[in-house]
Every structure is written in structure tokens, then in C-alpha cells.
């Protein structure tokens, strides 16, 4: 591929992609119409020079090479539908007329994280048809073997056709549910790329969030927008030379990109300033209170904790319970958080980042920990939290 | 496109149904032929008094049941037209089972003449 077809695509074949399947009602179709645009693209493009608009260009030889596949298709059934293309090819899509190229992404975005689709699967369609990422990138980031997401892919974009999953932005009471639906997803795709460190990952969720926000703001966009900023901006400090983890307590805050901080809080204070809180934004205000603050010890922790008050009460799940815990005990009052810890047993046992935070109040309150330490590690797959903890563990007294 | 609405819920659950279950169902199907949903519906009498019939090598075996006592059963149907899977779900909700029970969605397969 060459670098202007290449940008083209990576810039712009969501937007054209949501088009084509907004047009034709099919996601195979589109994505093969696409596929054809890109190889005469390849061919023609070095010769006859660049498009002034590539990726209307692309719009308009894709929806050519539709038609045509249908055409065929159409021949060999019925000749009504024969008629129907005919006069579809007649609308505008000229390529001159086609500079602005409507945005669909809105609502496909929509259909990839409908409800009645699996959770990997709204990830996988997300990826697949929004970020154009194909199906052999998503398969190596989820550690999935491709056959595993190709059949993924194909098991989702027949029940969109099957089951009537409709392409449109949902109206009426059932927005917020089916936002957060769509929030749920990007953020999945974030710390997908966070974790275990494909930051390409990362950044097409950002992007997505981006797009998201400028098709539909709402106080939630912004603050999940927000929060994945400020992780992001924290992210140079977070790794030592060896790739070890290193605590928050522990990290060099001049490393952090402090002007990205201040365009998350700008956002979030627009955000929050429509009094419409949600857990996203609850999150984003307490990584700002820590990107806020010159030293650990510098750090609002009554706000902080404040914070976790407000977002148990939005979402009161074990893994909130467990986050406001371990705020406790940094605000300094270790013995509380461990009070709370231990009622949380039954509901995380097993759970990694519960056995991790237990270990270290448990070290903090100057109990017995190394026990705790050796649970933790053993259900640890990260490389950089094996070290982190294994180092933790050795340095009780 | 149309769509099966499939009812299922514990044989005897509806005793914990907040208000008049009847009078509920009676409604709900008012408002869906009122909006030209409505294909059809029936409710089903109870497991005990199935039949299962099963034709094997030819000769045709007829059995009591099934009894399903603690799992959600069949206990009735909607044939419902909508014009996607959000306007088929919005309808399932509203039917009165789906409060304690589960609503299954399936649409119609379509065969091509």
C-alpha cells in the first residue's frame, strides 16, 4: 500500500466503511466493495496522481463495485431487484458531488454494540468496521486464534441481519442503558490496549470516544474521554527501565504530560458542570485529583474519597467497594480499609487486584503479608506485575 | 419482519405478580393489535398436561410431559410484526411476564420462493 493510501484508509475508512453499510444495509458487502476501492486505488492512484479527496474518491468507486456485485447477483434472481439497483445507481454519488461524505458512524457504532450482541462480540464488529482494523489485528490483541475471530465476526454480522438489529441511534428512555453500552465497549478496548501494552489499542479507543463526542456530546462521552486521556497522560511515568511496574506513590510526576491533563480537565469541567454525574465522569474527577496534586502525600484524599462515596452509589458493585477501600487506607486509615476489605472476601476471592490491595494494607496495618503476596502473584499474567509485586514481597520487614 | 415472542417463568412464579396478571395481559394485547402489531398469541396449559411424541425406526412413541418443575417453561406465545429488533424488544418488555419471567425473541425464518 502506498503512504497516501495507506493514511487515507487509516484516517477515513470507518467513516466510508459506515457509509457503504448505511447505503446497503450488509456488512460483508461493504467491506468487500471497500476492499475492491482500495486495489483500484493501488493501481491507479501512483499513475494518475491523488484524488483531491481520497476518501470520497474511495466512497464513490466502492459504491460503484456494490452495485456491480449486486448487479450480479440480481441477475441471477429476480428482475425487479435488477430494476431497484438501476435506480439506486442513478442517485447523486457522483464523485464530485461526493466531497462531503455523510457521517453514518453514529449510528453504525450503535448496531456494532447492540445488547443482543455478545460483549466480545460488539469489541470485535467495533474494531472491525469503526477503526478498520482487520480481523487478524483484533485476533492477535484479544489472543484469540484468527479462525476464532473471523467466525466471531461473521456469527455477529448475521444476527444483525437475521434478528432485524436496526441501523439507527436509539431514541427514547432507552439511551443512557444503550450509551453506557457503547462507553462499556470503548473503554473494554482501552485497557485492552492499557494492559497488557498494544497502545495502537489505546489510541483507536480514544478516537473512538473522540467521534463519538463530536457526533453526540454528552456529559458521560466526555467523562470516559477524560479518563482515558489522564491515564494516558500518566502512562510515561508508569514503567522503570526494566518495564516493572511502578505505584503511582512512586512515580516521577514531571514525566506526566501535563498538557494533556489540562485539556482532560478542561472537558471534564465542562462535563461535570452540566450536573448530569455519571460513573465515568466520577472516575475521571479522581485520576484528575491525583494528576492535580505536586506529591502523593500533596493529594486530596477527603475529595477522593468523597468521590468513591458518590460512584459506589452510581454503580455499588465489589470492585468500587474494593477501589474505595484502598483509598482509605492511602488517606491513612489502613485499619478501616482493611475492615472493609474483609467483608469484600466472598465476592472477590480469586480476583487479582483484591488479593494485590489486601497484601498491601495488610503489610500497611504491619500484619502478616507474605501469604497474601504469594496469592496475588500467583494469579498475576502481566510480566511488569510479577516483578512489581514480587519486589513488594520481598521488601516486608 | 416478524418475530416469535416465546414466554417462559417458573410453573407458579406469577403468584408474586404485582397487580392483576389477567387484567395486565388483557391490556397488553389490546395495545398491540391497537398498533398493528399483533399477529398472533395464546397462553398454553401446563406441562402435566403435555404429550411428547416421538417417531423412531418408524413407530411412534408417545410419553407424558415433559415435567419441568424448577426450570422456566413454555407458557405461551405473541406473533408479533415490528419493524426491527428494537421495536420487538420494546414490545417484549411490556408483557407482563417479562417482569418475573424471560421473554425469548426469535424472528421468523424466511424462505426464499
Redesign the interface.
Known amino acids: 500500500m502506498n503512504a497516501t493510501l495507506a493514511h487515507a484508509y487509516k484516517a477515513d475508512s470507518g467513516r466510508v466503511l459506515a457509509a457503504l453499510i448505511a447505503q446497503f444495509r450488509d456488512f460483508d458487502l461493504a467491506e468487500e466493495a471497500l476492499q475492491d476501492a482500495m486495489i483500484e486505488a493501488a493501481r491507479t492512484w501512483p499513475r494518475g496522481g491523488t484524488p483531491s479527496s481520497p476518501s470520497a474518491w474511495l466512497l464513490a468507486v466502492a459504491r460503484r463495485r456494490a452495485l456491480d456485485r449486486l448487479r450480479k447477483l440480481a441477475r441471477a434472481k429476480d428482475e425487479a431487484l435488477l430494476q431497484n439497483l438501476t435506480l439506486m445507481a442513478e442517485d447523486p454519488p457522483e464523485e464530485e458531488a461526493a466531497q462531503e461524505i455523510p457521517d453514518e458512524r453514529l449510528r453504525l457504532i450503535f448496531t456494532c454494540c447492540?445488547p443482543?450482541l455478545a460483549q466480545e462480540a460488539q469489541v470485535a464488529l467495533t474494531l472491525r468496521t469503526l477503526c478498520g482494523l482487520s480481523a487478524r489485528e483484533i485476533a492477535h490483541a484479544f489472543l484469540v486464534p484468527h479462525a476464532t475471530m473471523n467466525q466471531r465476526l461473521t456469527r455477529a454480522k448475521a444476527k444483525i441481519r437475521?434478528?432485524?438489529?436496526?441501523y439507527?441511534v436509539?431514541e427514547g428512555p432507552e439511551i443512557a442503558t444503550r450509551l453506557n453500552t457503547v462507553l462499556s465497549v470503548i473503554y473494554l478496548i482501552f485497557n485492552a490496549g492499557y494492559a497488557p501494552r498494544t497502545p495502537a489499542l489505546s489510541a483507536e479507543a480514544l478516537r473512538l470516544c473522540e467521534g463519538l463526542h463530536a457526533l453526540q456530546p454528552k456529559p458521560e462521552t466526555a467523562g470516559l474521554w477524560a479518563l482515558m486521556s489522564l491515564h494516558m497522560a500518566r502512562d510515561p511515568a508508569r514503567m522503570d527501565a526494566d518495564n516493572t511496574l511502578i505505584s503511582l506513590k512512586d512515580q516521577d510526576r514531571t514525566l506526566w504530560n501535563h498538557p494533556a491533563i489540562a485539556r482532560a480537565r478542561t472537558r471534564l469541567l465542562h462535563a461535570l458542570a452540566q450536573s448530569r454525574p455519571g460513573p465515568y465522569q466520577i472516575q475521571a474527577a479522581i485520576s484528575a485529583l491525583h494528576c492535580e496534586a505536586e506529591s502523593w502525600e500533596g493529594t486530596d484524599w477527603p475529595q477522593i474519597l468523597a468521590l468513591y462515596k458518590a460512584l459506589y452509589k452510581l454503580s455499588p458493585t465489589p470492585v468500587v467497594a474494593l477501589n474505595h477501600a484502598v483509598a482509605k487506607a492511602h488517606a491513612g486509615a489502613p485499619e478501616r480499609a482493611l475492615e472493609a476489605l474483609l467483608k469484600l472476601e466472598t465476592a472477590l476471592f480469586g480476583y487479582q487486584p483484591f488479593h494485590a490491595a489486601k497484601a498491601d494494607i495488610l503489610a500497611q496495618c504491619g500484619h502478616a503479608a507474605r501469604l497474601e503476596y504469594d496469592r496475588a502473584i500467583a494469579l498475576t499474567t502481566a510480566p511488569e506485575e510479577l516483578v512489581f509485586l514480587r519486589r513488594k514481597q520481598q521488601e516486608l520487614p | 419482519m416478524q418475530y416469535m415472542a416465546f414466554i417462559y417463568a417458573v410453573p407458579g412464579s406469577e403468584a408474586g405478580y404485582d397487580g392483576d396478571i389477567m387484567a395486565d395481559y388483557g391490556q397488553f394485547t389490546q395495545e398491540a393489535v391497537a398498533a398493528g402489531v399483533f399477529k398472533a398469541g395464546d397462553a398454553l396449559m401446563p406441562t402435566s398436561d403435555a404429550s411428547s411424541v416421538q417417531v423412531r425406526g418408524g413407530s411412534t412413541a408417545v410419553t407424558d410431559g415433559p415435567f419441568a418443575e424448577t426450570k422456566e417453561v413454555l407458557g405461551g406465545y405473541y406473533l408479533l410484526e415490528c419493524a426491527d429488533l428494537d421495536e420487538a424488544i420494546k414490545w417484549a418488555a411490556k408483557i407482563p411476564t417479562a417482569k418475573y419471567g424471560t421473554i425469548e425473541l426469535r424472528p421468523l425464518m424466511v424462505f426464499e420462493r
Open positions: 447492540h443482543a437475521h434478528a432485524g438489529i436496526p439507527k436509539p
